[in-house]
């Protein structure tokens, strides 16, 4: 007999009682649906860390300010916070530090014509986009002229273009940043959101970041300095206000180390140099995106291991379920198999029979399992907020998993009536 007709005849067979079949599949469904979610969340998440180490540059440590508990006047007669002169400190420290890229942050509002948006303002050097792997769409990032004239000129994210120019380029056009003009020069492409759970790591829009000189900065737009000056053009005289205002405070330093297996050795030197010029107070923070990764990939790993033994749990209450329905069938279809072993069918004939029957059972249980596994992954999607990516690997694993259970545990049954005696079986009633 075919193949074909054999899966055929075990559907028609196992039709005959739909609920108890269907009974008998569920935990099959539930197994293959937990294996897919299982494999979309995990994967979900390793393209999201992958994602985020390289927005955060696979080969930096990151180093950023934070806030410690004593007052502003305590702070300020211990440590000067984190600063430049850290960064001169730290240059020296490693021949494998290949840049390092310091950083001013405010948030301010941002105008063109009458649209105003609030928006994160950088003000860095000009190795930014080579630290960060950022690509422009648009015009050029700014460069050692801009930065040795303290420019008023910007480069934007493209969620600000999007908003204030939707239908042309944004070259050489102006827009208000607080209290001063800037001319932008260049559109950063768009990047992928983060999230997590350290300052740096926090859920963040960098879309929403405008970029200008890091003196542009520190001399124009310091929180110090009073609106009227921040409005001025002549800034000959710029040692003198850094020198009566704290101009070397600076909110993150991003070091670029030349070697992924020296990481670990240059964080360990930074950490060592900071806290003997920080006097052991703890207003930093140093962040490893490795670690963040291994860190991730360790609480995945726990998660996976969890959603296996459900998944685990399922399928072998299914494969019982399957054994436990064959062996009624059996029992049923008694007289059925003495019937066709007296017509010529043999004990092969009888065994492949009955496991077509439960291979039907984990083929047609393995489909709505893919389709309760996308239900699953939606659900987790949208109300867990959980980034999700169903592979077709993940499908054919969950599938083949299915089949498999269908197999081993149909055998034994299908064993079972292969080896029933003829003529006791015409006999039974």
């Not at 900071?274 to 963040?292: A, C, G, Q, S, V």
């Not at 959980?386 to 197999?407: D, H, K, M, N, Q």
């Amino acid at each position: 007999m075919k193949k074909a007709d054999l899966f055929k005849i075990g559907v028609e067979e196992l039709s005959s009682n739909k609920l108890r079949t269907f009974l008998t599949m569920l935990g099959i469904i539930f197994g293959v649906g937990s294996v897919i979610s299982m494999l979309s969340i995990g994967e979900g998440a390793r393209t999201e860390t992958l994602e985020q180490i390289e927005l955060l540059g696979s080969n930096n440590i990151i180093v950023r300010a934070q806030e410690i508990e004593i007052s502003k006047k305590e702070t300020n007669s211990y440590t000067p916070g984190l600063n430049l002169n850290d960064l001169e400190a730290i240059k020296k420290i490693s021949p494998y530090i290949y840049s390092l890229t310091p950083q001013r942050e405010s948030k301010e509002k941002v105008m063109f014509k009458s649209n105003i948006i609030e928006a994160n303002i950088i003000g860095t050097l000009v190795n930014y986009p080579n630290t960060f792997n950022s690509k422009l769409s648009e015009g050029i990032f700014f460069n050692d002229f801009h930065m040795q004239k303290y420019a008023n000129v910007c480069v934007i994210g493209s969620d600000i273009k999007n908003e204030f120019f939707k239908y042309k380029s944004p070259i050489n056009e102006k827009i208000k940043i607080g209290d001063l003009w800037f001319t932008i020069i260049g559109v950063i492409s768009a990047k992928k959101s983060i999230s997590g759970n350290t300052p740096s790591t926090s859920f963040r829009n960098f879309n929403l970041d405008i970029y200008i000189p890091f003196t542009t900065m520190s001399f124009k737009m310091d929180k110090y300095i009073e609106p009227s000056k921040r409005k001025e053009t002549n800034w000959r005289d710029a040692a003198r206000i850094a020198n009566a205002i704290d101009r070397k405070t600076i909110d993150q330093l991003t070091i670029k180390v030349t070697s992924d297996d020296k990481m670990l050795e240059v964080a360990y030197l930074v950490n060592k140099i900071l806290t003997r010029k920080h006097y052991n107070i703890e207003d930093y923070k140093i962040i490893i995106p490795e670690e963040i990764m291994a860190q991730k990939q360790k609480t995945q790993r726990i998660f996976n291991i969890v959603m296996g033994a459900i998944a685990g749990i399922s399928l072998l209450v299914g494969g019982i379920g399957i054994m436990n329905i064959m062996l009624a069938n059996i029992m049923e279809r008694t007289r059925e198999i003495g019937i066709r072993r007296a017509v010529g069918a043999t004990r092969q004939d009888v065994l492949q029979q009955f496991i077509f029957e439960a291979l039907s059972i984990s083929f047609v249980g393995g489909i709505l399992g893919i389709i309760t596994g996308y239900v699953l992954t939606a659900i987790i999607s949208n109300y867990a907020e959980w980034r999700t990516i169903i592979t077709p690997f993940s499908i054919v694993l969950a599938f083949f998993v299915s089949v498999i259970v269908g197999f081993v545990f149909g055998s034994y049954p299908a064993k079972k009536a292969a080896e029933k005696d003829p003529i006791e079986s015409l006999r039974y009633e």
